[in-house]
């Protein structure tokens, strides 16, 4: 057996496997349970990492799959992520190791994962009909996700790409660094951060209940101001692009998440002490 507890490890990995088929990628789940094998071998295949850098790229054909509307922007969107975290990991020559000041994350990650999964399903899967209700569905998800995640996900995303980082030892530095500098340093910038001021502004204009629902045109008005109550921001969307850009935030956040998985199956393999990513 590859580890002492290479049993434990293999139980882990399917319990990844099930996850990611509950998740409705069978296909990623499939592959993922072939790792399995290798924890009961005597040393780590050549072509491990080439296996499971193939993980992210079948996930990412699944995940856009799973999508009517925004196919291209959640393929990219994964894309973007995992390719990010991948070239970290061949960067350092500790390999996940390395990733253990955003530990810290993962619990927030999760948390965030299971609001948006309880929101998203009654939005999605229920059918409500009431278009107000709908619209401040949406508004709440949209708070939650650019309020409390999208700087994280901004500053997470950061790490993978500047690590090894000797600023960053852990992730109380990287709660330091703003998400405008992050954006202004990222090149070329990740497309869940473009557009970022326009997705801030629509944020207050939720927050400060500015964000003005007219059912019978099925548009919202978005007003934001400043300090001296001076209008910076007044935009007018149709429903439909509100609901696609609040979802394309919701896909981020998804993305991150099943990047986060696939490093616990990257993790369970090599790493003599797993970190529980």
Known sequence: MLHPDSDKRIREITDIANLIFKEQYPQTSNEILGFT???KREEIPSDFLQKWRSLFVILQEEFAKNSLH????RRRCLKEISETVVNALERVPQGSQAFLPILPFGKRLHNAMEVDGEITRALVHERIKDKKLV???FCYLYLIIMEGIVDELGRLFYFFATVPNDRIRNYGDLEKISIWKIREQLDPK???LRK???KKHIRNAIGHARAYYDDMEDKIQFIDVDKNNEVTYDKTLNSAV???LTLGLGDVLIAFYLT???LNVYDLVVSNEPAAY
């Open 260 to 262: 986060w998985v696939l």
């Open 37 to 39: 094998e290798i924890l």
């Open 196 to 198: 970022l001021k326009e």
């Open 70 to 73: 925004l196919k291209d922007y």
């Open 242 to 244: 509100f609901t696609h």
């Open 135 to 137: 619209f401040h569905l």
């Open 190 to 192: 990740p497309v869940f």
